[in-house]
Protein backbone atom coordinates (compact mmCIF):
# COMPACT_ATOMS: atom_id res chain seq x y z
CA UNK A 1 0.00 0.00 0.00
CA UNK A 2 0.99 3.60 -0.54
CA UNK A 3 2.79 5.93 2.15
CA UNK A 4 -0.06 8.51 1.59
CA UNK A 5 -2.71 6.29 1.75
CA UNK A 6 -1.26 4.63 4.93
CA UNK A 7 -0.77 7.80 6.50
CA UNK A 8 -4.72 8.92 5.50
CA UNK A 9 -5.57 5.45 7.17
CA UNK A 10 -3.56 6.64 10.49
CA UNK A 11 -5.07 9.61 10.58
CA UNK A 12 -8.68 8.26 10.13
CA UNK A 13 -8.67 6.22 12.64
CA UNK A 14 -6.21 8.17 15.51
CA UNK A 15 -9.51 10.50 15.09
CA UNK A 16 -12.19 8.40 16.13
CA UNK A 17 -10.95 6.90 19.14
CA UNK A 18 -14.12 4.76 19.40
CA UNK A 19 -13.72 3.30 16.09
CA UNK A 20 -14.07 -0.41 16.10
CA UNK A 21 -12.19 -3.36 14.22
CA UNK A 22 -15.72 -3.41 11.74
CA UNK A 23 -14.76 0.31 10.58
CA UNK A 24 -11.76 -0.53 10.34
CA UNK A 25 -11.96 -3.57 7.72
CA UNK A 26 -14.89 -1.64 5.99
CA UNK A 27 -11.73 1.42 5.61
CA UNK A 28 -9.11 -1.24 4.29
CA UNK A 29 -11.54 -2.47 1.88
CA UNK A 30 -12.39 0.91 0.73
CA UNK A 31 -8.86 1.85 0.14
CA UNK A 32 -7.83 -1.09 -2.01
CA UNK A 33 -11.14 -0.38 -3.99
CA UNK A 34 -10.30 3.79 -4.73
CA UNK A 35 -7.79 5.27 -6.74
CA UNK A 36 -5.21 6.90 -4.53
CA UNK A 37 -6.25 10.30 -6.55
CA UNK A 38 -9.75 9.55 -5.17
CA UNK A 39 -8.44 8.99 -1.85
CA UNK A 40 -6.90 12.44 -1.11
CA UNK A 41 -10.63 14.23 -1.72
CA UNK A 42 -12.88 11.19 0.23
CA UNK A 43 -12.76 9.58 3.82
CA UNK A 44 -15.35 7.47 5.60
CA UNK A 45 -16.90 9.20 8.15
CA UNK A 46 -18.62 6.43 9.74
CA UNK A 47 -21.15 3.69 9.40
CA UNK A 48 -24.47 3.83 10.37
CA UNK A 49 -27.33 1.62 10.06
CA UNK A 50 -26.18 0.00 7.58
CA UNK A 51 -25.12 3.16 5.26
CA UNK A 52 -21.41 3.77 4.74
CA UNK A 53 -21.21 7.86 4.97
CA UNK A 54 -17.74 9.27 3.33
CA UNK A 55 -16.78 12.73 3.90
CA UNK A 56 -15.61 14.76 0.63
CA UNK A 57 -13.16 17.36 0.09
CA UNK A 58 -14.47 18.41 -3.58
CA UNK A 59 -17.28 18.16 -5.39
CA UNK A 60 -15.67 16.42 -8.45
CA UNK A 61 -14.30 14.06 -5.96
CA UNK A 62 -17.85 13.72 -5.16
CA UNK A 63 -19.29 12.91 -8.21
CA UNK A 64 -16.39 10.05 -8.85
CA UNK A 65 -16.89 8.44 -6.05
CA UNK A 66 -20.54 8.06 -7.07
CA UNK A 67 -19.79 7.10 -10.47
CA UNK A 68 -17.59 4.47 -8.29
CA UNK A 69 -20.28 3.70 -6.10
CA UNK A 70 -21.34 0.22 -7.19
CA UNK A 71 -18.01 -1.23 -7.43
CA UNK A 72 -17.41 0.11 -3.86
CA UNK A 73 -20.69 -1.48 -2.59
CA UNK A 74 -19.93 -4.48 -4.28
CA UNK A 75 -16.76 -4.83 -2.59
CA UNK A 76 -17.64 -3.92 1.25
CA UNK A 77 -20.80 -5.76 0.42
CA UNK A 78 -18.72 -9.11 -0.42
CA UNK A 79 -17.58 -8.89 3.21
CA UNK A 80 -20.11 -6.93 4.94
CA UNK A 81 -23.88 -7.67 3.24
CA UNK A 82 -25.67 -5.82 5.54
CA UNK A 83 -24.10 -2.81 4.40
CA UNK A 84 -27.06 -1.25 1.53
CA UNK A 85 -25.98 2.05 0.69
CA UNK A 86 -23.08 4.69 -0.09
CA UNK A 87 -23.83 8.20 0.46
CA UNK A 88 -21.67 11.40 0.52
CA UNK A 89 -21.51 14.47 2.33
CA UNK A 90 -19.30 17.53 1.26
CA UNK A 91 -17.21 19.93 3.65
CA UNK A 92 -18.04 23.08 3.50
Avoid: C
Wanted: aromatic share 8%; net charge positive; hydrophobic share 40%.
Amino acid sequence: MATHIKHLLWNFLKNKKGEDAYQQKIAAIVAETLSSGLQKYVRIKNVRQGVLVFHSDASSATYELMLKKQDVLRAVQSKFPEIKDLKVTIRK
